[in-house]
């Protein structure tokens, strides 16, 4: 018996074996939940900023409808005899500096003789997309002029194009900003002008070594990098967007990468971004190409 009771006393006593501790890089591994770029967060930030360096005023995210994914109706292909067809293009100094789209009106103009096209650039220099999405209800002053809202210009079809080169900066919060305007943006078209056809478009690529060159600013090797691969991700953010909720798309960023990066043929040598003129003519045509093939004028 007192063997027995010296033998529990002595068991009880003992340390226990201990367990290996698991290190804790691999626990931050395990507690790592990745997510898509392109997931919508309600904790989205409030500043505001650009590729350039430019801000302005946040708009509540809250008030910005989530698009839900859905086919788009079928509208009625624009037309009539002599019938002023309207087009209004919204975006950035990437639309602004090609000014009357005078490429795309002549491929119109020949391939529909029996309409009239009236083509108004709603084009804003260093203007992110929350602006665009002011725009389309608000007039403003542009260069000491006076530009109605472009929704009281009741156009027939309204082409927006990404805004990528005056993004959010390369990061969750920027990307689920970007999404959640372009979701406004079509939302309000749709409410408030729902015979109005509606075209996404992504411009041309930028390039990573000629980027900004001549335009006054200037940026290191690995800042260009940085930069150009920031708009690359705000590009493929749009197309990424057009391809979830069911809208045409005119992409000319994807045919314009030469190597992984923008063909320095369409960029303006003189400011390093935006398009040269074969650059305008090859942006023009891809739209034209997307009206056609989307047969949105017959």
């Keep these: 018996m007192l063997i027995l009771l010296l033998t529990i006393i002595i068991y009880l006593t003992k340390p226990l074996p201990s367990f290996a501790q698991i290190p804790l890089s691999h626990l931050l591994i395990q507690s790592y939940k990745p997510s898509s770029i392109y997931q919508i967060k309600s904790d989205i930030v409030k500043t505001v900023g650009n590729i350039l360096g430019l801000t302005n005023t946040s708009i509540n995210q809250n008030s910005l409808p989530i698009p839900t994914p859905s086919p788009q109706p079928e509208l009625p292909a624009i037309g009539g005899y002599q019938k002023p067809i309207t087009i209004a293009i919204l975006g950035d100094s990437m639309i602004d500096t090609l000014a009357d789209f005078s490429y795309l009106k002549r491929s119109l103009e020949t391939a529909y003789p029996q309409y009239i096209f009236n083509i108004i650039n709603y084009g804003l220099g260093a203007s992110n997309i929350e602006y665009g999405l002011f725009r389309l209800e608000n007039d403003y002053q542009y260069l000491d002029e006076h530009h109605p809202s472009l929704l009281s210009q009741n156009p027939d079809i309204i082409i927006i194009e990404s805004f990528a080169y005056n993004n959010f900066g ?115 045509d891809i739209l034209f190409e997307s009206l056609a093939k989307y047969k949105f004028i017959e």
């Design 170 to 284: 390369n990061t969750q919060a920027g990307f689920d900003k970007h999404w959640l305007n372009l979701g406004a943006l079509t939302t309000k078209i749709k409410q408030n002008l729902p015979n109005t056809k509606i075209l996404l478009t992504s411009t041309i690529a930028p390039n990573s070594v000629i980027f900004a060159n001549g335009s006054g600013t200037s940026f290191s090797a690995l800042e260009k990098l940085q930069k150009t691969k920031t708009i690359n991700l705000y590009l493929q953010n749009l197309i990424n967007f057009s391809k979830s909720q069911n809208y045409p798309l005119a992409d000319a960023y994807t045919p314009s990468l030469k190597n992984q990066d923008g063909n320095p043929i369409f960029v303006n040598k003189d400011d390093g971004i935006h398009p040269s003129s074969l650059g305008a003519q090859f942006f023009q």
